[in-house]
Every structure is written in structure tokens, then in C-alpha cells.
């Protein structure tokens, strides 16, 4: 049980669950729900609140806003208005129910009369990332870049800051420094079996585009391997780790075994019965 709730913890920590298809966000949800029924006695107060909190914003994205309100007024029962969760929370159930601008305002205002005289650093760092999440779309990457860069300084251990830079790096075709964001993060959640795959990506990416020898080429596919690889043995159905293990192995000579091990990975998803799996293993074995 060690491994499902450090898997779980982990996708929590880093909110990988925000770049996640819906589908994933359906089974994720699914599994967390049934994880939680286990009443599992290695997990903390704090964590299972943490948990709670993940499956309030996992309701917001497919679309469950009662089961998001349910949660947030369970929340709300038993920590009171002031706590932390409960902040960001009701920014989202105002973008929900009113406005961005709804929420820009109950965030600045209490920054600014409470925040940012207090000593509340969970709070402080929590409505920072929203502010910085909602006012997003109204400014370019390098705006973005800036205002997580200035919050890593603040709070350098926060895995989510890391996370969001590393896709901005990325999306900019920065993969070095996309790369060395994900490293903190696997760094500071080690069984997150999508940031492995994340940077297992990126390492790919790198090598077809940024490398220019073939002996750094092939070192970018080599820790693009060990990334991928270390993502299915943290979670062994990974659809996208194995993926990663077939594209990299392919490119990289002696690897015939593994190759061959990805392939069949693939090929078990390739025969199952989720249409969407199905279409991107088949299309991966054809590539390689």
C-alpha cells in the first residue's frame, strides 16, 4: 500500500493531474476515491487532506461543480474559512460561479490585508499560484517564467512551481531548462510515475532537436530511457512510460530486450478495449 498512496501523494504534490486527458482524470479520480474507502492507517491527517483536496479539484475539471461544492462545504465544516485549501477553493468555485475577475479580487484583497503581513507562508504560496494560474491567459510565457521563478526563490521546494515552469521552458522549445525543472521535481516527489515520463519526454525531445554530436544524442536517450523506465516500475500499466521506453530503446543500440519487452507492453494495450489506449499503442508500434 506504500506505493498507491505514494503514487497518489505524488501526482497530488506536483498537480501532474492538471496536464492529464480525461480519461486519465477519470481513473485517476476513480482510483483515489477507492484508495480513500481503504482507510489506509499509513496515511496522515494531513495527507488525507491533501488527497481530499486533489479529488475537489479532479470534480472541477470533469465538470462535477456539486461534488466540487460538496467537498469544498465538507472542507469548510472542518477546517473553518480560513484555512489554506479552503482559499483556493473558493477562488475556484468563484471562477465557476462568477468570474476570473471574481476571483483576482477575493485573492488580491487577501493578500494584501492579510497575507502579506502574516506569517501564513501555506497560504501565502497557495493563493500566489492561483493568482499566477488565473491571470495567465492575459500574459505571454516569459511573463509567466518571471512570476514562478520569483515564487521558486521564495519557496524552492514547492513541486508544483517547478512542474508549471518546466511545461512554460518546454512549450518555448527550452528543453535544458525544461528538463532541469522536472529533475526537481522527481527530485522532491521520487514515486511521481508521470513527472519520470515527463522528463523521459523531454530527454527525447532534446536529442532529436537540441543535440547536435551523436555521443550527446545518444546520452539524452539514455536518461530518457532510465526516466521512462523508472515511470512503469512505479506504475506498471503507464501507457505514455511505455511509449517512452519504446521510441528511446528503438533509437538506441544493444537495447533489443527492452525494445522488445515495450512492444509487448504495447501490444497487450493494443488488444484491450479503451478505444483512445488503443489508438496511441497501435500508432506508437507502427513508429518504431
Known sequence: MDATRGRFLSICASKAYT?????????LNEGCK??????????????YFSLMEMLFYLAVYLCKDVEAQVLYNTFRDRLGE???RLYGMKSTLLQINE????????????????????TDSVSYLLLQKRLISIQSKDHDKDWILRQLLDL?????????????????YFELGQFERA????EEVVLLTPFNFVAFARLAE????????????GAKSRLSLQNALNNALRSVELSESYLKGWSLVALTSSKLDGKGRVLQLAKNKLQNTANGFNSQNKATAELILKSI
Open 99 to 118: 468570474s476570473d475577475s471574481a476571483a483576482v479580487e477575493f485573492i488580491e484583497k487577501l493578500i494584501k490585508e492579510r497575507l502579506e503581513v502574516d
Open 179 to 182: 528538463a532541469y525543472c522536472l
Open 82 to 84: 480560513d484555512s489554506p
Open 19 to 27: 496536464q492529464f486527458s480525461p480519461e486519465e482524470l477519470i481513473e
Open 202 to 213: 523531454i530527454l527525447y525531445y532534446k536529442s532529436l532537436r537540441v543535440d547536435k554530436s
Open 152 to 168: 521558486s526563490e521564495k519557496f524552492p521546494i514547492d513541486p508544483e512551481i517547478w512542474w508549471f515552469a518546466s511545461q512554460n
Open 34 to 47: 477507492s484508495y480513500m474507502q481503504l482507510k489506509d492507517p499509513g496515511l496522515s491527517q494531513a495527507q
